[in-house]
């Protein structure tokens, strides 16, 4: 069985950092692209980071540029999404997903990503 779960959602203090993580299993990740998503209420499932089969190219939300940092472990069938000075608008819950390209390049909408996980909680506090 496919599937996608994310852990390391929480609630922290605006401008601390958080790692989230995702295990793949009933397939082998590293034939695919992986992304982040996040959703807070009331809002669209909106793109944060995408990173490529092998991690040689990603793409990042303009939210979210030069505090978060995606990567993954192929070894381990597990992506990660680093998240840095965090700021009351980056609550949401976080969803990672297989992208059905190998690659992150054209549009990132919902779409674009075949399987994905129940979410994790991020909760941002001042």
């Known amino acids: 069985q496919l599937q996608l779960v994310e852990s390391g959602g929480d609630l922290v203090q605006s401008g601390r950092s958080l790692k989230l993580s995702c295990a793949a299993s009933?397939?082998?990740?590293?034939?695919?692209?992986v992304a982040w998503f996040r959703q807070a209420p009331g809002q669209e499932r909106e793109a944060v980071a995408c990173?490529?089969?092998?991690?040689?190219?990603?793409f990042y939300g303009d939210s979210v540029k030069g505090r978060f940092t995606i990567s993954r472990h192929n070894v381990k069938n597990e992506g990660y999404l680093y998240m840095t000075k965090l700021q009351l608008d980056d609550t949401a819950l976080y969803y990672c997903?297989?992208?059905?390209?190998?690659?992150?390049?054209?549009?990132?909408?919902?779409?674009?990503?075949?399987?994905w996980g129940q979410g994790t909680q991020v909760t941002v506090s001042s």
């Open positions: 009933g397939f082998t990740l590293d034939n695919y692209a």
């Open positions: 990173i490529s089969r092998l991690g040689e190219s990603s």
């Open positions: 997903a297989r992208r059905r390209s190998a690659g992150c390049s054209g549009t990132h909408l919902v779409a674009d990503y075949d399987y």
